[in-house]
């Protein structure tokens, strides 16, 4: 706080400004400071004013009889003690809200700031004595120190909502899902200007789920659109943006794109149960995607299903392929002995793979078997 005059006995009253809060302080108060970083954090218009503590005012003590700074004069409500000063400020002021609304985020904020506030007489003992060991401080920094840790974030109410860049649109994601890849590849492969987020999925921040109530990524900012589920995104992205159309003009192309989606949604679905059950066997839905994939590929006789470069259909599939021997690297099995009737598909389902991990959407978003691998495992044991 800037060093200015403090106010005696004596002195009058300094008029409130049109507009402004006053807040009465002392310089190294740091009840005062609470509340002060508070009002320049929420953008509150205010002034400070100091009070000469050894000769306090008799307005000052008219204001609060208990003569303890830090006070609040709004100009309709004198309010005194920090914490419900702050309180006050956050509930009744605009500018970005700073408490969780999220319930047992909100009662250990409670607590720790409970355990804080008794640390005022250890506080006192540590300053006057240099060997003074307090078991209070050290509980009180390990519970704050754990539940930083457990948030995930770098502040204990939750991280802030990143502004969107001028001109970008924003994919709120998360590295390891299929679904955010979809989206991710689609901007990629349109040039569109965006820059991704990532979303602690365990830990979701309270502006993430005003965006997407559901708690899922992937979501699109785009400024003036909210967009979530990866399907309508990336036909949205197609639509709406510039750079290569990425779905066929032609009705029975785009007619058989549709089906192949629909059946391919199927066995995105049952995925996660070939990673936790080792002898899953794939459904109906699952096998009709498959033989039509390959038909399709065959019949179209392009190195792509959208043609000679990839369309909406091959990067809305990628993801998965990109993850289909993971869970057998995780079952200990092998590669898949194909039979020698499927030896001429199956060279074909290779060969659209590899033309696939040479486009730059790939290339940028993909994750090798090994990095897929590790991943799957950590999240195989956080679900024991
Ligand atoms: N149908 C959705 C599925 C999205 C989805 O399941 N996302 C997962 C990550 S792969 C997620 O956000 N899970 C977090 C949660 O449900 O809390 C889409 O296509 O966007």
């Known amino acids: 706080m800037a060093r200015s005059q403090s106010r005696s006995k004596g002195s009058a009253q300094p008029p409130l400004e049109p507009g402004k809060v006053r807040l009465y302080g002392f310089e190294y108060s740091p009840y005062v400071q609470r509340v002060h970083m508070v009002l320049i954090a929420k953008n509150i218009p205010h002034d400070v004013k100091n009070i000469d503590l050894k000769n306090k005012p008799d307005w000052f003590l008219k204001l609060n009889p208990a003569g303890k700074v830090p006070v609040l004069d709004t100009g309709d409500k004198v309010l005194t003690e920090s914490l419900e000063i702050v309180v006050f400020l956050d509930k009744n002021y605009p500018g970005a809200s700073l408490h969780t609304t999220d319930p047992e985020k909100s009662a250990k904020n409670r607590e720790i700031v409970e355990k804080f506030e008794g640390l005022r007489k250890e506080f006192h003992e540590a300053i006057k004595d240099k060997d003074y060991h307090s078991p209070e401080t050290i509980s009180s920094l390990s519970l704050l120190h754990s539940e930083l840790e457990k948030r995930g974030t770098t502040f204990l109410a939750g991280s802030a909502q ?77 639509k709406n943006y510039p750079g290569t159309p990425l779905r066929s003009t032609d009705p029975e192309k785009s007619a058989k794109d549709k089906e192949i989606v629909k059946k391919f ?120």
Do not use: C
């Open 162 to 238: 990143p502004p969107l860049e001028p001109g970008k649109v924003r994919l709120y994601g998360f590295a390891y899902s299929p679904y955010v890849q979809r989206v991710h590849m689609v901007l990629i492969a349109k040039n569109i200007p965006h820059d991704v987020k990532s979303i602690d999925l365990k830990n979701k921040p309270d502006w993430f789920l005003k965006l997407n109530p559901a708690g899922k990524v992937p979501v699109l900012d785009t400024g003036d659109k909210v967009l979530t589920e990866s399907l309508d995104i990336v036909v949205f992205l197609d």
């Open 265 to 384: 949604e199927e066995y995105a679905k049952e995925f996660r149960q070939f990673f936790t059950d080792k002898d899953f066997t794939p459904s109906e839905g699952t096998r009709a995607f498959f033989s039509l994939f390959q038909s399709e590929l065959e019949k179209r006789g392009t190195t792509f299903l959208g043609g000679d470069s990839p369309g909406l259909i091959d990067y809305v599939i990628w993801p998965w392929f990109e993850r289909m021997k993971v869970a057998r690297e995780l079952h200990g099995k092998g590669d898949i002995q194909i039979p020698e009737d499927k030896k001429i598909k199956a060279a074909r389902v290779e060969a659209w793979k590899n033309n696939m991990e040479q486009q730059k959407a790939v290339k940028e978003t993909m994750h090798t078997l090994e990095e897929h691998v590790r991943f799957a495992k950590i999240r195989l044991q956080n679900q024991k």
